[in-house]
DNA sequence: GCCGTTTTCGGCCCGACTGTTTTCAGTCG
């Protein structure tokens, strides 16, 4: 029996209960046994007793070990039965819970999209308690963009989006602070909506210029401290702005930065210090409300660390303080070894790059543009590789601080072969390996390429290795645990490409990783200066894993980093 | 349904907003 299904199971009898219109915390008490479950790192054989697991009791356990020998669930079924199918996509409009679909379903027989359209026209829906006509009118409009709106959005959007709203925030001058916080501010990689915490004493005035100022589509809520809207753009974003003073700034950028798992775990720590954290501050057994110039001190309150917000998902990193201070962060980073100039496809020139590099702080890089097959992006020939390289270290002649390395991304071909001959790449400080092509092979075949790249002694790195695109492609589906282990063996260093249209290695990749000891490179991809910036999103996606610095070969000293390039030179 | 170094019963994180009410339930994050 697959772990996954056993949490997607309780998953389904969570949401069915819900439906049933049962108790909440009884609804709740399954998503934490999934939750629970999901969060252990043993396989199924190795627990013994799952009662032993925090979450999972006497009635999950029973449904988990039914699971486990007929591989179904009675209790699943028995609600599958009871409860019609076409009331599951209904709890995804705004508005509607458990309690409410239950009573429509109970009272006027409701179980589908359809015959909740023709009550609402009849005006049936209206005469039911708890209901009137606003409800009804809603309900009718929602109804309509039903499936239409994405669920979620992939952080590529939400980035840019992000840093349009900074920017009108940094503009109102009655803004003392902002930030955004939710699971942006964590570096998920696709994310409900965006939440913005705005520091401020005059809230109409600013709630005023954010109403005007902002394409908006819709005013959902409008509050004393919560403004939500929908931006009037091709793929609408729901954006929620929390407005309080700059006292409560960091307890409220804790809170809504989430994730709703951490803010559950510092709450209960706090309840037995007989304290109760809300979003407006720690309230002390005395009945004071205390308050905090940042998070750090909100944290260190509690005797704990600075948690980073990308580690903020299940609880467990309440369980793993020391391991914090070794997580890679964007100040021990010291080089980009993957970007692109005007001699392939990039924007910039390699003094352009090199300048933008040295303003940055950076002590080292690498210009790696793209190989001759790649004729769309003017890949450079054996030729060409020659004359850049002379230019690049002509940058260094000029740069005595700082050292350009001249490297390129070189294509993996279809028939499995490199882009350049081991001569060329003999005379390369950094070599990338890449796929951009037939994607569609099989796996076998995606793997033999991988292959020859790997035990090519002159190859130091895979690129982006599965070639994914967030929301939009799978990329090529190679077996990455294989490709994991060759990496070790071989001493090649695998890509967290941080362009956060790819953000490959993902997660769970870096993690296996992470047990090879297999040296991950963060690199920003940048086809032009202003990209230089995804670095910030690369090393907190890093963080996810818990990757630590000494594994990132961005942290590296440029004496270590060339040790390491010519080991087989 | 789960949990317990005050508890085997009575809590379960806490608060805002909306729409329905006329003090509150449901939903949401």
């Not at 079924?77 to 409410?100: A, I, R």
């Not at 994405?150 to 959007?157: G, V």
């Not at 994310?191 to 705005?198: A, G, M, T």
């Not at 005007?342 to 190989?371: C, F, N, P």
């Amino acid at each position: 029996m697959n772990k996954k299904i056993i949490i997607k199971t309780l998953e389904k009898i969570a949401l069915y209960l819900e439906l049933q219109g049962e108790n909440p915390f009884k609804v709740s008490a399954f998503r934490k046994a999934a939750a629970a479950l999901e969060g252990d790192q043993r396989s199924l054989n190795e627990m013994e007793d799952i009662t032993q697991i925090k979450g999972i009791g006497k009635g999950t356990a029973a449904v988990i070990n039914e699971l486990i020998e007929t591989g179904e669930s009675t209790q699943l079924k028995e609600l599958e039965e009871k409860t019609p199918k076409g009331l599951v996509p209904l709890m995804k409009l705004p508005g509607l819970g458990g309690k409410k679909l239950a009573k429509l379903y109970q009272e006027l027989g409701i179980d589908s999209v359809e015959s909740l359209r023709a009550a609402c026209l009849a005006k049936e829906v209206q005469k039911l308690a708890g209901f009137g006509a606003k409800t009804e009118e809603k309900i009718l409009k929602e109804l309509e963009h039903l499936g239409e709106r994405s669920e979620r959005h992939p952080i590529w959007q939400l980035e840019m989006i992000v840093i349009e709203i900074n920017e009108l925030l940094s503009n109102i001058k009655e803004v003392q602070k902002y930030s955004v916080a939710g699971s942006f501010r964590r570096v998920n990689e696709t994310s409900k909506d965006l939440d913005f915490i705005v520091a401020t004493d005059l809230r109409e005035k600013v709630k005023e210029r954010l109403l005007t100022d902002l394409a908006i589509q819709e005013v959902v809520a409008d509050g004393d401290t919560k403004v939500s809207i929908v931006l009037d753009i091709d793929d609408p974003v729901n954006v929620d702005f929390r407005l309080v003073t700059l006292d409560e700034y960091a307890t409220c950028l804790h809170h809504f930065t989430g994730s709703k798992d951490h803010n559950v775990k510092m709450r209960q720590l706090a309840k037995q210090q007989g304290k109760k954290i809300s979003e407006y501050g720690v309230e002390q057994p005395d009945g004071t409300v205390q308050t905090f110039k940042s998070e750090e001190e909100f944290f260190a309150h509690f005797d704990l660390p600075f948690i980073p917000p990308t580690i903020r998902e299940n609880g467990q990193e309440l369980e793993r303080l020391d391991e914090i201070s070794q997580l890679v962060t964007l100040d021990d980073i010291v080089t980009d070894l993957h970007m692109h100039t005007t001699w392939s496809d990039g924007a910039h020139s390699i003094q352009e790059m090199g300048k933008a590099l040295i303003e940055r702080g950076y002590t080292h890089g690498v210009i790696t543009d793209h190989s001759q097959f790649l004729k769309v992006a003017n890949g450079l020939t054996p030729e060409r590789l020659l004359r850049q390289r002379q230019e690049i270290y002509a940058f260094n002649d000029d740069h005595p601080q700082f050292r350009l390395y001249a490297g390129t991304e070189m294509d993996i071909l279809p028939n499995g072969s490199l882009d350049f001959d081991n001569d060329v790449l003999k005379s390369l400080d950094f070599v990338i390996a890449s796929i951009h092509s037939s994607f569609t092979q099989s796996q076998d075949k995606i793997m033999e390429r991988l292959w020859t790249a790997i035990q090519n002694p002159y190859v130091h790195m895979i690129a982006h290795p599965t070639g994914r695109v967030i929301g939009e492609r799978d990329g090529y589906n190679p077996d990455i645990p294989q490709l994991i282990k060759w990496a070790s063996e071989y001493g090649k260093i695998l890509e967290l490409n941080a362009n956060p249209y790819r953000l490959d290695l993902c997660v769970e990749h870096l993690k296996l990783a992470m047990e090879y000891n297999v040296p991950i490179a963060i690199n920003t991809d940048a086809h032009a200066i202003d990209q230089l910036r995804f670095m910030d999103v690369g090393t907190k996606y890093a963080q996810k894993a818990w990757v630590k610095k000494e594994l990132v070969v961005n942290t590296w000293s440029t004496e270590k980093f060339e040790t390491f390039i010519r080991k087989n030179k």
